[in-house]
Antibody
Framework: QVQLVQSGAEVKKPGASVKVSCKASGYSFDRNDMQWVRQAPGQRLEWMGW????????RYSQKFQGRVSITSDTSASTGYMELSSLRSEDTAVYYC?????????WGQGTLVTVSS | EIVLTQSPGTLSLSPGERATLSCRAS???????VAWYQQKPGQAPRLLVH???SRATGISDRFSGGGSGTDFTLTINTLEPEDFAVYYCQQYGDSLITFGPGSKVEIK
């Protein structure tokens, strides 16, 4: 079955960067797109961006443009999301999600805490 | 950006009852590209419905989605104990995908 296993929780200082990984299994990684969605405490889900499974091109939410980078390593069936210039408002659970637009399958989430 | 509002914020019901959740968009959603997700505490969301009315694989037929344009609904017939959770709608017809604030279905 489809599994998306994300890296562990992170604690970062303001201004730092964080890179979250997502190891996929149970499906053809290069034939499926991957998106990243985050959820701040008590807040609604927020779409961050997407990467094409085969060609690797990306599209980002304007809110995160310039601060986020979504990449993938097809040989390792792993996706990555890097967010830079972290601020306290970036404290959230970050999810990788299989699919370009619909969230067919979700990772377990990675808590990123930004605190001085 | 398409803003989604959901109502009610919280719905208190007993097992066996029916839940009707509403999702309203600030503008018409292209091709009725609306999905619904269920989220339980400490868990990731789970896809229930896509394309406004198509159930995802493995989802019980107690869940049904409907609507078009700007108004969409998720109906849960005969609530089971495992159905008490938060439900989010999502529109993916716009280049910027957005989610609603969620509706909590709690045990009365």
């Amino acid at each position: 079955q489809v599994q998306l296993v994300q890296s562990g929780a992170e604690v970062k200082k303001p201004g730092a960067s964080v890179k979250v990984s997502c190891k996929a299994s149970g499906y053809s990684f290069d034939r499926n797109d991957m998106q990243w969605v985050r959820q701040a405490p008590g807040q609604r889900l927020e779409w961050m961006g997407w990467i094409h499974g085969g060609y690797g091109y990306t599209r980002y939410s304007q809110k995160f443009q310039g601060r986020v980078s979504i990449t993938s390593d097809t040989s390792a069936s792993t996706g990555y999301m890097e967010l830079s210039s972290l601020r306290s408002e970036d404290t959230a659970v970050y999810y990788c999600v299989r699919g370009e637009r619909v969230g067919w399958d979700w990772g377990q989430g990675t808590l990123v805490t930004v605190s001085s | 950006e398409i803003v989604l509002t959901q109502s009610p914020g919280t719905l208190s019901l007993s097992p066996g009852e029916r839940a009707t959740l509403s999702c309203r968009a600030s503008q018409s959603v292209n091709s009725n590209y609306v999905a619904w997700y269920q989220q339980k505490p400490g868990q990731a969301p789970r896809l229930l419905v896509h394309g406004a009315s198509s159930r995802a694989t493995g989802i019980s037929d107690r869940f049904s989605g409907g609507g078009s344009g700007t108004d969409f609904t998720l109906t849960i017939n005969t609530l089971e104990p495992e159905d008490f959770a938060v439900y989010y709608c999502q529109q993916y017809g716009d280049s910027l995908i957005t989610f609603g604030p969620g509706s909590k279905v709690e045990i009365k």
